[in-house]
């Protein structure tokens, strides 16, 4: 488990889910909806930096899952 700083690579609103990269977590850690920090249904934009404490687990073909997402600025 970790904490980083990283970017938003691709978000889907639709299904709830998306993908932040960061140094620390090399090819992706994949990110759902429910661990943004906030009120009712959250969404992430594309490029966004965020704040993300993550662990080291298999996710959909990531090596690395997002457990508390925090957007910069909101």
């Excluded at 594309?46 to 959909?60: F, H």
Aim: aromatic content about 10%; proline content about 4%; some cysteine.
């Amino acid at each position: 488990m970790g904490q980083t700083t990283g970017t938003v690579r691709e978000w889907h609103g639709e299904l709830g889910w998306g993908v932040l990269d960061s140094p620390q977590t090399p090819g992706g850690c994949w990110a759902h909806f429910s661990n943004i920090d906030g009120p009712g249904y959250r969404t992430l934009t594309v490029g966004a930096t965020v704040d993300l404490d993550w662990e080291q687990t298999e996710q959909d073909g990531y090596a690395f899952r997002a457990i508390l997402v925090k957007q910069r600025g909101a």
